[in-house]
């Protein structure tokens, strides 16, 4: 563990045993100390900052309340990013029966010989080309981002986006490694077909 | 269940590092004869670059405060859990029942009222409480307060103090003549604390820390004299 961790997870166990008290000053540090990670991982997921700022909100929120509960088993921050990606997937399922959105994420199933991943049917309408070309390259790595599978999209959002290891995903996701790098694997080759798809030559 | 992976996955496995040695061999083999898993395998290193290069989002400015006044309001809700509970009551007795009922004890208490009493029992009114005084937040373990000439300069001096004892401001508050730091601080750092404090100002300290293990919370304020 780098040192720069190690510091930062025993202050806030510090601060968690004082807001187990009902110190809400230590955890506005604590929340000072998460919320933009927070943030990112719920824009990441949801594809909407407004949406994700809300969620982000309604998260810390949770935190506070169930703070009691926290014992320490895990890293503080784990367990605040298992709430806030339960509560994007949650956002999202509201999402999907309110606004247009594209709820699948690949065009052909994924061929595992005999343990096939249950897809929906692919989209019969294509994002618009003159919207496509006004996008630069982040905002269609975001689209395709957006068009993932929900499995897919939280182990790519956490592995290659946000940089956290196989076992804080594992933590986070409560899934074990093992499943975290195949759907990983299989995530990126999703995405990699989809930016093909959009731009041609990545 | 063990997964089987499709070759393209299996590229994505290789970019990580997590094939086995006969795996990885056999892949590199193929790759040395197959321009088109080259191409591919060179996709998804790109794909990942682009993902990687994804610009974090920054929080708004009123983030931290618009959570903190939604987890204070969900605290101050819980104190209304009695209110409710009563609320249940009043839904089960009839409302005429009440209100006849609380007459009732209304009329009693005047009848009792005007009733002569020996002047033993007649009590003195419970002491009309005085108008609190505005107070600070109260917090903390021990408060120092440390009179200045020059208030700016000095919060800048007391919190690199701080820092440069592994202390904590978990929050600042700005008044018209005084500044209050709230601080989280090891017990065994605040004698040297109030040492560096001593040049900065005339230095006070209220409370005790004969019960205080591990991390004291210190409320310094910091005044204009």
């Known amino acids: ?202 | 269940m063990k997964d089987r992976l499709t070759m393209e996955e299996k590229l994505a496995a290789y970019i990580e590092g997590t094939l086995s040695e006969e795996e990885k061999s056999i892949i590199e083999e193929q790759l040395k004869e197959s321009e088109e898993m080259r191409e591919t395998l060179s996709d998804l290193r790109k794909t990942i670059q682009l993902l990687q290069g994804l610009e974090e989002v920054e929080t708004p400015n009123w983030f931290t405060e618009k959570i903190m006044s939604r987890v204070r309001e969900g605290t101050e809700q819980k104190k209304g859990i009695f209110e409710r509970l009563f609320f249940t009551l009043h839904i089960k007795l009839p409302i005429q029942v009440f209100a006849v009922i609380f007459l009732a004890a209304v009329s009693i208490f005047i009848y009792k009222s005007y009733k002569p009493e020996p002047d033993s029992i007649r009590s003195t009114q419970p002491g009309i409480p005085t108008d609190q005084p505005q107070t600070e937040e109260v917090w903390g373990d021990i408060r120092i307060i440390v009179n200045v000439k020059d208030i700016d300069n000095a919060n800048n001096a007391v919190q690199t103090a701080i820092t440069n004892l592994g202390g904590i401001v978990l929050r600042k508050q700005s008044f018209k003549s005084k500044n209050i730091l709230f601080v989280l601080l090891d017990l065994k750092q605040v004698n040297e604390l109030y040492e560096r404090l001593k040049p900065i100002g005339e230095v006070k300290e209220e409370g005790d820390l004969s019960t205080v293990k591990g991390n004291v919370k210190v409320k310094i304020e910091i005044v204009n004299k």
């Open chain 1, 1 to 202: 563990m780098k040192e720069k961790d190690y510091i930062t997870i025993d202050e806030d166990f510090r601060l968690i045993s004082l807001c187990q008290k009902g110190d809400l000053v230590a955890f506005e540090e604590l929340v000072r100390r998460h919320d933009k990670e927070m943030l990112n991982i719920a824009y990441r997921m949801i594809g909407n900052y407004e949406e994700a700022c809300d969620v982000v909100q309604d998260g810390f929120v949770s935190a506070y309340k169930n703070i009691k509960s926290f014992k320490g088993m895990s890293k503080f921050s784990t367990w605040l990013y298992t709430i806030v990606i339960n509560l994007s997937k949650k956002r999202l399922k509201q999402l999907k029966t309110q606004r247009f959105r594209e709820p699948v994420s690949i065009d052909e199933p994924i061929n595992t010989g005999g343990d096939q991943m249950i897809v929906d049917p692919p989209s019969s309408s294509p994002l618009p080309d003159e919207i496509l070309e006004k996008e630069n390259i982040q905002e269609k790595v975001r689209l395709c981002l957006d068009r993932l599978y929900n499995e897919f999209r939280e182990v790519v959002v956490l592995r290659d986006v946000q940089g956290f290891s196989y076992e804080d995903i594992s933590s986070i996701l409560k899934i074990a490694e093992g499943t975290v790098k195949s759907r990983l694997f299989r995530g990126r080759v999703l995405l990699k077909n989809c930016l093909k798809r959009f731009m041609g030559v990545i």
